[in-house]
């Protein structure tokens, strides 16, 4: 096990810890991420997979990607580093999950609190009646049962703005936090990258664990270039001695 002591103390000793997650913590699961050497955005031009313009236009290159992305969350389980977190909620360490992930991995998991700010990909909703289904529904039809409205992803795409409602809360919960936790995000993505710096700047430790550097490292109290579930269990254990 890694000497992680003084961060395990300081977890410890956090009454209001908030967690964001990023593509990194899917990727531990066998999902693939959007930015890296084998990203989706690597193979695939985001404004022709994934845009308004795309959705609108009804392009196959629209569904055939976000096919391809749907049967890829089928049989997907949530890693051992999901797994702590549900715990660490359960047991009152923990404020909430804000996660730019779309996978509902952490729900899986048993979070509960958990602001999702790219929306999700479990589901599709009617653009014409806001009828929601499963997404496995968009793997056999991309019209609504209902109305005959198209159907599409219940994520932001590009050329669309954040859900309001859930930036907000991801806000106060940041302002509210003594511990801010970044996993598995490179932190380079606007505006959900603004909140380690409004975590710092409302008093709150920022650690950050993540393959590869981050725009905030400098500014971060701890910062583990390493695999997050690997990180989290060992921290976990140590909190368990304590315990």
């Known amino acids: 096990m890694r000497d992680l002591t003084a961060l395990t103390e300081r977890i410890e000793a956090a009454r209001r810890i908030v967690v964001f997650t990023g593509a990194g913590m899917s990727t531990e699961s066998g999902l693939a991420d959007f930015r890296s050497s084998r990203g989706h955005w690597k193979r695939y031009d985001p404004l022709a997979m994934a845009s308004v313009e795309a959705l609108q236009s009804g392009s196959h290159a629209f569904y055939d990607f976000y096919r391809m992305r749907i049967e890829a969350l089928q049989g997907v389980a949530p890693n051992r580093g999901h797994r702590v977190l549900a715990r660490w909620e359960e047991e009152g360490r923990l404020l909430a999950v804000v996660t730019q992930n779309v996978d509902r991995l952490h729900q899986t998991a048993g979070s509960r609190n958990v602001i999702e700010l790219h929306g999700n990909l479990r ?32 994520v932001v795409l590009f050329g669309e703005l954040l859900p309001e409602g859930a930036f907000a809360e991801a806000e106060r919960l940041t302002e509210a936090c003594d511990l801010f936790l970044v996993l598995g995000s490179s932190l380079t993505v606007s505006p959900a990258n603004a909140f380690p710096a409004l975590a710092k700047a409302s008093g709150a430790s920022l650690i950050i664990v ?19 579930g690997e990180t989290l269990a060992d921290v976990d254990e140590q909190l368990s001695r304590q315990g």
């Open 210 to 228: 993540n393959k590869g550097g981050t725009p905030y490292d400098g500014r971060a109290d701890w910062v583990i270039d390493g695999a997050i």
């Open 123 to 154: 589901e599709v909703f009617c653009t014409g009646c806001g009828r929601r289904e499963p997404s496995t529904l968009l793997l056999e039809r991309t019209d609504c049962p209902s109305c005959g409205g198209r159907l599409r992803p219940a």
